[in-house]
């Protein structure tokens, strides 16, 4: 059963603010530096953060932000609908708050009459209007991008500065140095690094509670009751309704519904978010982490990604605020810990992983994998519960937690054979969190298993036993979980096998998978056969 939904549209938070006005002090320091050349500062629609590095080096009195709305973000893969109006709204709110500490910013709508639709183009404009003597960016989130960026100082005959991205704890370099030499590059090697860098929840050099990881204890599925608490709703002001009516009239033809859209689109927003997951959910995060409940999206998750994806929020701030909820007895720890080593480890590691192997990397397809990517997962009309729950929630709130991504439109996208590539643009598309140094990594490596085994040792191959142990998808599903073959059996399962049994030649050495080949050995060659026709009759429906 669903709680009313929380409005959390009033208290500001004082004492975070007072970070905010730190920010704002180092960049009134740089006022008294000695001189450098006056600067265009292009800010970037998810580096809305107003300590970022460029705007740490900026001069208020001289240098100018630019921000645009370009088509060619908004197309280059069909966002869904509610993604573009998070960011362009989020833009349109961060560049207000720019104008009103005393920046000169100059900003391009999406439907200002010659807004040329990419970067390249709006940058140039803004020169012949703004006579800058350099460029100024923070390096992107985006490979594509930085190739762009890379050109500029060519094309414009300006030098382009391009700054790290010290958002993140690791930079592209430190992660080159720690994968460097390394065999294998396992993420929880790298997260105890950054454990000991952050000082997250250590106690001198060992980890507080004396185990780096109590991911064991986080396995428990969830009963549907009334103390589920909703995830944090924003009412949309008028820059925000203006900018639902542009999508609405411009994007109508992307996948996913507008209406009710309650992102939080503001820094001060954002916070409110943070602290509502602190309050309401942080404790029991851990146990319900992997679990699905067809009424309940969001479980006891924070649906913070986006926001701190986009710079409303800073990482280490989101890490501090639940380390000080272990240390207050608010929270427990296998649910605190489990919270940061997603962020100080996962989100940092994915990252690494993408900057480390792009430009490659999108291409791999380590199965051959070709099918079309089904149509249902543009509608969610299909009777297999658990993808109509997924995909439904996906299309209406441009959000699924992680192990709806993984275990369920991840999952069957893997053992249906579909093209990682197809998968990956879908990701990229329909999540409002979705930018591709981080979307790529779990999708192509830890979803599909597309690099052979980079982010994880053995494919994330569920059959239904799995969805079933972790949600209540299947009780209200057509297909019997509990079959194996024909017409009524869950799909999952015959699709298991067939996966593992035709890439055997790829997996049949992979030690992890020693048991599970056993057991398919160890069945009928009559029963072998009745799975593989099963599933390939399944396959002929999609
Ligand atoms: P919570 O469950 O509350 O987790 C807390 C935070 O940890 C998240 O906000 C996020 O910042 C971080 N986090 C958790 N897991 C990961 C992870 N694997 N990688 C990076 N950060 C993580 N995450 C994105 O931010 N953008 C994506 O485009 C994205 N695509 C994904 C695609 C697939 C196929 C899979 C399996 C995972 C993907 N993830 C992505 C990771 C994860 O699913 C989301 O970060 C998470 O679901 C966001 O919801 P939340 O804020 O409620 O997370
Ligand atoms: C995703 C996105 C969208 C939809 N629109 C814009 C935009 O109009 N202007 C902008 O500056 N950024 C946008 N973005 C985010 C960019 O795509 C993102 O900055 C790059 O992919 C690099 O991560
Ligand atoms: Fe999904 Fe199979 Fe369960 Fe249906 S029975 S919800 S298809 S796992």
């Not at 992107?140 to 050109?151: D, H």
């Not at 490659?360 to 519960?385: I, S």
Request: glycine share 6%; charged share 25%.
């Amino acid at each position: 059963m669903r709680r009313a939904a929380t409005r959390c549209d009033a208290h500001p938070f004082a004492m975070r603010f007072a970070y905010d006005v730190l920010l704002q002090k180092i960049s009134e320091l740089n006022q008294v530096m000695p001189r450098t050349p006056r600067s265009l500062i292009l800010v970037l629609g998810d580096q809305l953060w107003h300590g970022l590095a460029s705007l740490r080096s900026a001069d208020k009195k001289r240098d100018v932000i630019l921000m645009v709305e370009v088509a060619d973000e908004t197309t280059y893969v069909r966002h869904h609908k509610k993604k573009i109006a998070f960011i362009l709204s989020a833009m349109r709110h961060f560049a207000s708050e720019l104008s009103a500490s005393g920046w000169k910013v100059d900003y391009v709508r999406l439907d200002a009459a010659d807004n040329t639709g990419s970067f390249t183009g709006e940058v140039g404009r803004a020169l012949a209007r703004l006579k800058p003597e350099r460029i100024v960016v923070t390096e992107p989130g985006e490979w594509r991008v930085l190739q762009m960026f890379e050109t500029w100082a060519e094309t414009f005959g300006l030098p382009v500065t391009i700054l790290d991205d010290d958002r993140f704890i690791a930079s592209r370099e430190d992660f080159h140095a720690w994968a460097k030499d390394r065999r294998q590059l396992r993420m929880e090697f790298f997260y105890r690094d950054m454990r000991r860098k952050t000082h997250f929840l250590m106690d001198g050099d060992a980890p507080v509670g004396g185990k780096w990881n109590y991911d064991h204890d986080n396995r428990k599925p969830a009963a549907n009751d009334l103390f589920i608490p909703d995830v944090a709703r924003f009412s949309a002001d008028e820059i925000t309704r203006d900018v639902l009516d542009l999508v609405a009239q411009r994007f109508g033809n992307h996948i996913g519904t507008l209406e009710p859209f309650w992102f939080a689109v503001t820094r001060r927003d954002a916070l409110i978010a943070l602290d509502h997951f602190m309050t309401h959910a942080l404790a029991k995060f851990g146990d319900h982490q992997d679990a699905m409940l067809t009424d309940q999206p969001f479980l006891y998750h924070s649906v913070l990604s986006p926001y701190i994806n986009v710079g409303l929020l800073d990482p280490r701030e989101v890490c501090r605020a639940a380390e000080l909820a272990f240390h207050e007895g608010r929270s427990p720890l296998n649910a605190v810990e489990g919270f940061i080593r997603q962020i100080i480890g996962w989100r940092e590691y994915v990252r690494g992983i993408y900057w480390l192997k792009m430009p490659d990397y999108v291409d791999e397809n380590f199965f051959e994998a070709d099918r079309a990517l089904p149509d249902f997962y543009w509608t969610g009309q299909t009777e297999m519960a658990c993808l109509k729950a997924a995909i439904g929630q996906t299309i209406e709130h441009a959000y699924a937690h992680h192990i709806q991504r993984l275990m369920i439109t991840g999952n069957f996208a893997m053992l249906a054979g579909v093209n990682p590539r197809e998968v990956h643009e879908w990701y990229l598309m329909v999540y409002a969190d979705a930018f591709e140094w981080v979307e790529l990594p779990n999708t192509l490596g830890m979803s599909q298993f597309a690099d052979g085994g980079l982010l994880g040792s053995k494919p994330y191959a569920g059959g239904g036993n799995y969805i079933n142990k972790m949600s209540d998808y299947c009780r209200g599903c057509r297909f019997d979980v509990k079959q194996r073959t024909g017409p009524d059996a869950c799909p999952f399962n015959a699709l298991y096998w067939h996966f593992l049994h035709r890439n055997r030649s790829k997996l049949g050495n992979n030690h992890r998978l020693g048991q599970v080949y056993a057991t398919w050995d160890k069945m009928s060659a009559d029963g072998r056969d009745d799975v593989i026709a099963s599933a390939d009759a399944f396959l002929d429906t999609l």
